[in-house]
DNA sequence: CTTAGATATTGTAAAATATACAACAACAAT
DNA sequence: ATTGTTGTTGTATATTTTACAATATCTAAG
């Protein structure tokens, strides 16, 4: 097998590898994808999802964790792999494999950033995504899957809220990944294994009863975690 | 970002991709790895995970697919994607990411083909895996965990046994995966969503009662997965 | 031929979960 | 004070899961 070799490694885009990292941010009941216009060809001025090409001394991690902090200033939050893609078609300058991690963030920590580079950077609603450059539909759509998978089985939902959050706002990331309504009478039953702490807090400037504030308790999680006396799993329909 | 690149490309194994392709199989209420003798350094005659260099014109699931089949002879199933794995320490040569794709085979037909290689390869119970080459240990490790997720949710485990099957065979496979057990009259019951079709045919050369062999309704399954009407999940505990 | 040993298969009652929805609570606006 | 709106709790019902009894069907021993 170890014969067959014949790779052109004669100029820098025969043969190379990217990372691309989802950055995901829940507002206004949506579920958004943070997406870079392109500063160069090829698909310049087109929107793309963030991404650079892999140090050499850099593990995957690393890489991704460098690209999140570069764009956004964010560090220390969870990063998830999800697929790699290699078509050979993928990028018009030659042969880019790419791995696709992505991160839940608090949008709100980045209202100020994002107005700065307003021009240059977008949050898009995952179901509304335009169309972007090289196959990072496909990634989206791909990167978004894993994500909703996640969603079923480890309460990661929590790193889009705020510290302190609503049980509604929590139902509404189910709601609109999923695209389907819980009751909420129920939904709030399916949270009883997920330890959370109800604060002396409410809602304000809502017009209508406010609701509670909530915050994960975090310890507790990471306790039943390691005894693995905790799994989460929310049935969808 | 864009101008911090300094790779070096100037030889072969500065920078390189690949492609590992972990094959399962089932036997003796095991599920087995397929593991190969590497036959050139590094870690000449250790056991490894079989896989190769990514050809330039190739996409991953065929790199997979050819991998499979060069190995095997093995055409025309599934292959899943696991994770990506990119630690610039992971082989001593050089910089080579590998991506780690999954098959499920059926053991029954590879007797043959085993007995002929049997001092180049050799099926190891994955929870008896010896020390592996490079960083294949940590591949294996997290790939048997993408598998067990897939199987909780997926019906891939009649990819590891032969067309006729009894429901027991289907149980000690989950039971060896999680490795935990099931009431065997309630491990029936979770499998009703699933269209199997009862054969007219019994297992033979038991000293007890044989059971029926049932076979998977192959194409009413994929009309559920069509109409969306399908869901399988098997709960663990 | 009969019986013991083993596992397969079906059935069923009890326990646990999920669902539908009623009832009440707490706020803003009028 | 009243209405509108959503939050929160409670509860009866339906569904699913679990534990386990009962029976079935084979081999092997006597």
Redesign the pocket.
């Known amino acids: 097998m170890e014969n067959k070799r014949d790779h052109k490694l004669d100029n820098f885009f025969s043969y190379s590898f990217s990372l691309d990292c989802l950055i995901f941010g829940f507002q206004d009941g949506k579920i958004n994808l943070l997406l870079v216009k392109r500063e160069s060809e090829p698909f310049k001025d087109q929107w793309a999802i963030p991404g650079d090409l892999i140090y050499p001394d850099e593990d995957l991690p690393n890489a991704a964790s460098r690209i999140l902090k570069d764009l956004t200033s964010i560090e220390g939050i969870d990063l998830h792999q999800a697929q790699t893609f290699g078509n050979p078609a993928r990028h018009p300058q030659g042969r880019v494999i790419t791995s696709a991690y992505f991160a839940l963030v608090r949008m709100d920590d980045l209202q100020e950033y994002a107005r700065s580079w307003s021009d240059r950077i977008q949050w898009m609603p995952i179901y509304s995504i335009p169309r972007l450059s090289f196959d990072h539909n496909e990634i989206a759509i791909s990167t978004f899957e894993v994500l909703k998978q996640k969603l079923t089985i480890y309460p990661i939902a929590f790193d889009l809220l705020p510290e302190k959050f ?3 706002n929590l139902q509404e990331i189910y709601e609109y990944a999923f695209q389907q309504d819980w ?4 939904f ?3 949270l009883k294994k997920i330890p959370l702490i109800k604060l002396n807090e ?1 809602q304000k400037n ?7 504030l909530f915050k994960l308790d975090s310890e507790q999680l990471s306790k039943m975690i390691k005894r693995e006396d905790y799994s989460f799993s929310l ?1 969808i ?1």
């Open positions: 609503t049980i509604n009751d909420k009478a129920n709030r039953k399916k409410k809502v017009k209508h009863r406010p609701a509670s049935k329909n």
